[in-house]
């Protein structure tokens, strides 16, 4: 199992953006992924996860402001990023959990920067 994020980059304080995670080389199914995110000099972060459930949880940091959801695709997940400020800008990494073995994506880069 291979988890790929793609959608970060460079937005402006205040602006939006879209992470994408789907998990490639094969048809698993998993049931649990979330997001971390980490800076440098920092330990990873957890942002927000998702359950194929639906049970949905958010860090203190990110409520009101980020929302993870899950779609039709099996083990493909967004966060959409709201209201950026600079304290976001770290590299954002997918996680999933898969017949008791965890899996992390190459991570993707976000930068809040004016």
């Known amino acids: 199992v291979q988890l790929v994020e793609s959608g970060g980059g460079l937005v402006q304080p205040g602006g939006s953006l879209r992470l994408s995670c789907a998990a490639s080389?094969?048809?698993?199914?998993?049931?649990?992924m979330s997001w971390y995110r980490q800076t440098p000099g920092n330990q990873r972060e957890f942002v927000a996860s998702v359950t194929g459930d639906g049970d949905i949880v958010y860090a203190d940091s990110v409520k009101g402001r980020f929302t993870i959801s899950r779609a039709n695709a099996p083990s493909t997940i967004y966060l959409r990023m709201n209201s950026l400020n600079p304290d976001d800008t770290a590299v954002y990494y997918c996680f999933g959990l898969y017949n008791y073995r965890a899996y992390w994506g190459q991570g993707t880069q976000v930068t809040v920067s004016s």
């Open positions: 080389g094969s048809d698993v199914s998993i049931n649990y």
